[in-house]
């Protein structure tokens, strides 16, 4: 009998086996991508966001000629030198002014309220992720978040009425200890220096980077960690080598955009500060300004040319934020190895 002809116990003969698997095109994902990209949809919100690109650079460019340009009318008549002079006399018959003071005040503090900020920043971000338990690390959060949003002015009205009667114990004992240094000498006048405008951008830039860095570190990879821990490793060597590692450029980017609220403050600083056209070697006796400060202060006064004037040391300030944000994102580039995408 012929096996091929057998019936099967349900009547039926078993059909063919094909071990021939069916054949698919091999360019079928990109002819239905190229299909994608033809529909409407597609091309609309190509449009859409090549157009928000260009906008933005138009932006950014008609910003920068705009200060260039009223920048170049202020300066072409400024008889003192305007990167180095020590005064801002603009209603004189020639006017003069100079940004020095400003410049020195404005990365000051900066640089204090950076000091002062991110290691607390980033140390908060990694208790609420790594330390704390789940019902603290969220009511924590939560008030972190409600600081970031507290207007400016509420904190330099807080800085006025309350940081800067209370310095005076911090103030009279860092010239006890340091005063020979020269920057922490202390002729016990009103606490409103260059220290304490640090020390409150510190506290309004805190919640920035907290939140930025907390978000980098939850992205942490879990099998990182536990590779960590089954080594043998620590909970502080854990984050010493695969935490801190894989977000460093998120903290260096959250930094970053707190340097960036530091420098542009305005209200918070001309509350607490006593400015004047100086630079003082100690951080703790009153005087000094930064550009906002002073832009803030003298624009509603100004002539047509005072504001030109002030105009221009905004320009100055474009600048320097253009300076910083094109530093960091060298930094980051150099460090793509730690980023998350790279993990």
Known sequence: MDISTQKTGAGEAPPPHDSTPPTTS???????????????????????????????LAIMAAIAVFLTYRAYLAISKDEANFLTAFEWNTNLVPPKFGIAVLAFGTIVSSIIAMALAVPI???????????APRRLSGPIAYV????AAVPSIVYGLWGALVLVPNLDGLFGW???????????????GAPRSMLTVGILLAIMILPIITNVSREVF??????????????????????????????????????????GRALGETMAVATVLSP???????????GGGTFAQNIASKFNEAT?????????????????????????????????????ANA
Do not use: C
């Not at 920043?121 to 330390?131: M, R, S």
């Not at 972190?144 to 600081?147: H, I, S």
């Not at 504001?307 to 094109?326: C, E, Q, Y």
């Open 144 to 147: 972190v978040d409600l600081l």
């Open 304 to 340: 047509e040319f005072g504001r030109d004037a002030l105009i221009a040391s905004g320009l100055v300030l474009f600048v320097i934020t253009l300076l910083v944000n094109g530093a960091a994102r060298m930094i980051i580039a150099r460090r793509k190895e730690y980023s998350g």
């Open 26 to 56: 091999a360019n079928g994902p990109q002819k239905r991508a190229a299909r994608g990209a033809t529909r409407p949809g597609d091309r609309i919100f190509l449009g859409l966001s090549r157009g928000s690109g260009i906008l933005l």
């Open 218 to 259: 939850r992205q942490v990879p879990q099998m990182h960690e536990e590779a960590a821990l089954a080594l043998g490793a620590t909970r502080w060597e854990v984050i010493r080598m695969a935490v801190i590692p894989f977000g460093r450029s998120g903290v260096i980017s959250a930094s970053m955009l707190g340097l």
């Open 174 to 188: 860092l010239n006890d200890y340091f005063g020979w240094t020269g920057i922490f000498s202390w002729d016990e």
């Open 121 to 131: 920043a980033v140390a908060i971000a990694l208790f609420i992720t790594h330390y």
């Open 276 to 286: 004047d056209f100086d630079i003082h070697a100690s951080l703790l006796n009153p």
